[in-house]
């Protein structure tokens, strides 16, 4: 039996005056290569949306 482990890093980013009175951000996780898997960002009655590259 083979135990692999997936290493994966994030960075979210706030746009605004401080982060709360002005919520945009936008979050990206990419793999240990810098490549970006998982894209993630507000959207429209508190819904989060995400796009993931395959």
Same mark, same amino acid.
């Given at each position: 039996?083979?135990?692999?482990?997936?290493? $994966?890093?994030?960075?979210? *980013?706030? /746009?605004?005056?401080? %982060?709360?009175?002005?919520?945009?951000?936008?979050?990206?996780? &990419?793999? $240990?290569?810098?490549?970006? *898997?998982? /894209?993630?960002?507000? %959207?429209?009655?508190?819904?989060?949306?995400?796009?993931?590259? &395959?």
């Amino acid at each position: 039996m083979e135990n692999r482990q997936i290493v $994966l890093r994030w960075t979210k *980013i706030w /746009t605004g005056f401080d %982060g709360i009175n002005f919520p945009v951000w936008h979050k990206t996780t &990419t793999d $240990l290569l810098g490549h970006p *898997i998982r /894209t993630e960002h507000p %959207g429209f009655g508190g819904v989060t949306l995400a796009t993931e590259n &395959t």
